[in-house]
């Protein structure tokens, strides 16, 4: 069974450009959420998805955003980007609404804004 | 919201030696979880616990969900050199806000003593 797959892994952007990143989640996953991992801010929620519709929404900017598709695949984008959206972008999926069982990440997209 | 307090922040552990980490939170979990992140990669899931009170074990991963849920610890017994890593709690909430439905504690660092 394969995992949770994010592409692509490694992405240098200028800054003020746009980023879209994608999620493919487990096979039968209808949830997806997004995180965003810093080394001073820990895990920090992006979005929950849940059959095409955002559940629940962190408290990022509106530059962030994202959406999910009909087969369960999620992208997110980021306009306009800054130095300090340099992250590691964390994508879990789950068969759980509300992620009782747990969530399953990826390997993440590692994102550096120069 | 709601937070998880996660310690200890970073240890050192010397290989065959017993490890211990907890999380504390004034908020009450229906699911109490533990990950593991080497670097470069997604949190992996080690242990999920479902029911007040409930100690389960994964090898020598030793995990409990406190009685009052709003606490966990987990233990790595004989530790070795492959556990180095970090180690995040999380409890999951049935109703996410803008945190989501899973918070995540900071982190507890192991590495190798020198």
């Known amino acids: 069974k394969a995992g949770v797959t994010q592409t692509p892994r490694y992405l240098i952007k200028t800054r003020g450009q746009q980023v879209t990143l994608s999620c493919s989640p487990i096979?039968?996953?209808?949830?997806v959420s997004w995180y965003q991992q810093t080394p001073g801010q820990g895990l920090q929620f992006l979005f929950e998805y849940f059959s095409e519709t955002q559940r629940n929404k962190g408290n990022f900017p509106g530059r962030f955003s994202g959406r999910q598709f009909s087969n369960s695949r999620s992208e997110m984008n980021v306009s306009t980007l800054e130095l300090g959206d340099s992250a590691l972008y964390l994508c879990?999926?789950?068969?759980?609404?509300?992620?009782?069982?747990?969530?399953?990440f990826g390997s993440g997209t590692r994102l550096t804004v120069v | 919201g709601q937070q998880l307090n996660q310690s200890p922040q970073s240890m050192f552990i010397q290989e065959g030696e017993d490890v211990s980490m907890n999380c504390t939170s004034s908020?009450?979990?229906?699911?109490w979880l533990w990950y593991k992140q080497d670097p470069g990669e997604g949190p992996v899931l080690l242990i999920a616990l479902y029911k007040a009170g409930e100690l389960t074990s994964n090898g020598r991963l030793t995990a409990q969900f406190g009685i009052t849920r709003k606490d966990s610890f987990l233990n790595i017994s004989a530790s070795i050199p492959s556990d180095v890593g970090i180690y995040f709690c999380?409890?999951?909430?049935?109703?996410?806000?803008?945190?989501?439905?899973?918070?995540f504690g900071k982190g507890t660092k192991l590495s190798v003593k020198p």
């Open positions: 908020s009450i979990f229906n699911t």
């Open positions: 999380a409890g999951q909430l049935e109703r996410g806000g803008s945190q989501g439905n899973l918070i």
């Open positions: 879990a999926s789950s068969t759980h609404p509300t992620g009782f069982y747990g969530y399953t």
């Open positions: 096979s039968g996953h209808r949830s």
